[in-house]
């Protein structure tokens, strides 16, 4: 067990549920660090992609399923009988703590789902909150709650160091690394879900890996709008006739989806609700930022004015904002996890209002947050949270801002202002 390791919000999650449930499968995209986790409760460890594993496995797949337990299957698709393997094993046995299942690819669909059998646990990169960032004094499962606990607490993280983590990644294990380093993996890891991961998840050769990484580049920019596929195809291939088809495009997206390299933020659509005319476009945000950042060719200077007059302002405030949104969008979903909630986005379909993350508990009551690139909150800056307060009324539990700002407060109509560096789970 690595001496460094950092706990995750997830860990507590497990540990919840592992006592209870005789399987578990961790997913997430490659890097975010599921394989140390799940060690770390594990007994009896295979490891898939380790040297003449698979040939092993692949010649006698019941070796999966045995040894003490709990049993870790890591990257489990690689052998996709593994995961039958396993839900047998729990209908002959289903003892709790039995097996850890760890996957970079979601369930192929000829595959049985395991329901009832085979709990799904989501594993993101890693929240500001767990890179040790700051030490979190607003609790987003308080604030679900519905209680509208007092704000408090200052943090000395500013702008410069938001971008920084917009850049330096949640992967854990890419974080310490020199900036040419870590610019070389994250190229390198980029390039193997464009020319590997995406061929073995579609079963065909990806015969415009140029292509496909312009328009991945195309969705990066798109980062936290709503922007339709057919527009990221157009601005991917500027000027020419011959466009990939649209069939093309869907299949590649679903694969990168199923890979969890893409993480689309679902539209908000309330059921219970006297609400209309809200838009169901998804967001669109990559596993991490520094994805994007990445595939845009940006580091921190370039979202940055890094000049020595006045204060440190965005160079691009429209890509420096789209990208804090989606660190904090990630930092919300990892939180709403532990606190079992769900989040998606509200907009209406002319676009009148929005809300950057709708934090829903299962009563359907919700807490809503807006995302603010800037140190300060104005009136202007809540007149979407003030209108969904109005609409929902108690249905409303909370409704904060988010900012780069250096302290947590409630203005006098209630609304909360929070550092995205002092939000934690």
């Not at 030490?135 to 993280?157: M, N, Y």
């Not at 660190?327 to 990892?334: E, H, S």
């Amino acid at each position: 067990m690595p001496d460094d390791y950092r706990q995750r919000v997830v860990d507590d999650e497990l540990d919840a549920l592992l006592p209870s449930l005789p399987a578990l499968a961790l997913e997430g995209a490659k890097g975010v660090g599921k394989t140390a986790t799940a060690r770390r409760r594990s007994r009896t460890v295979h490891e898939l992609d380790a040297p003449g594993a698979l040939e092993l496995f692949e010649a006698d797949p019941r070796r999966l399923v045995a040894g003490e337990s709990p049993v870790l299957v890591d990257e489990w698709q690689r052998v996709p009988a593994s995961w039958d393997l396993v839900r047998r094993a729990v209908d002959d046995d289903p003892s709790p703590a039995r097996f850890i299942l760890t996957g970079s690819a979601s369930t192929a669909e000829e595959t049985h789902s395991g329901a009832g059998r085979i709990v799904r646990v989501r594993m993101r990169p890693m929240a500001l909150s767990e890179r040790g960032v700051s030490e979190p004094t607003v609790s987003l499962r308080e604030l679900v709650t519905g209680g509208r606990p007092p704000l408090a607490g200052s943090t000395d993280i500013a702008l410069d160091r938001y971008a920084e983590e917009i850049c330096r990644s949640g992967f854990p294990g890419l974080r310490r690394l020199p900036d040419r380093a870590l610019r070389a993996q994250l190229d390198g890891y980029l390039e193997r879900v464009i020319d590997h991961d995406l061929e073995a998840e579609v079963g065909q050769p990806v015969r415009a890996a140029g292509a496909l990484r312009r328009w991945l580049t195309a969705y990066g920019a798109a980062t936290a709008t709503t922007a339709a596929y057919d527009v990221i195809r157009d601005a991917a291939t500027p000027g020419e006739r011959d466009k990939p088809a649209k069939a093309t495009a869907l299949a590649y997206r679903d694969a990168l989806e199923r890979l969890w390299i893409l993480d689309p933020l679902p539209a908000w659509l309330p059921t219970l609700s006297h609400l209309r005319r809200l838009g169901s476009a998804p967001r669109h945000h990559l596993a991490d930022p520094a994805l994007a950042a990445r595939l845009l060719g940006v580091e921190t200077a370039a979202l940055l004015d890094a000049g020595t007059r006045g204060p440190l302002t965005p160079r691009d405030g429209t890509l420096l904002g789209q990208l804090f949104e989606s660190l904090v969008t990630l930092d919300v979903r990892v939180y709403a996890q532990a606190a079992e909630a769900r989040v998606g986005h509200l907009r209406t379909h002319g676009g009148e209002h929005e809300v950057d993350l709708i934090v829903e508990r299962g009563d359907h009551r919700v807490v809503a947050i807006e995302v603010k690139l800037a140190h300060t909150v104005r009136d202007d800056d809540v007149r979407h949270l003030r209108w969904l307060r109005d609409q929902r009324g108690d249905d409303v539990l909370d409704a904060i801002v988010v900012t780069t700002g250096g302290d947590a407060y409630r203005r006098p109509d209630g609304i909360g202002v929070v550092p995205a560096a002092l939000l934690g789970p």
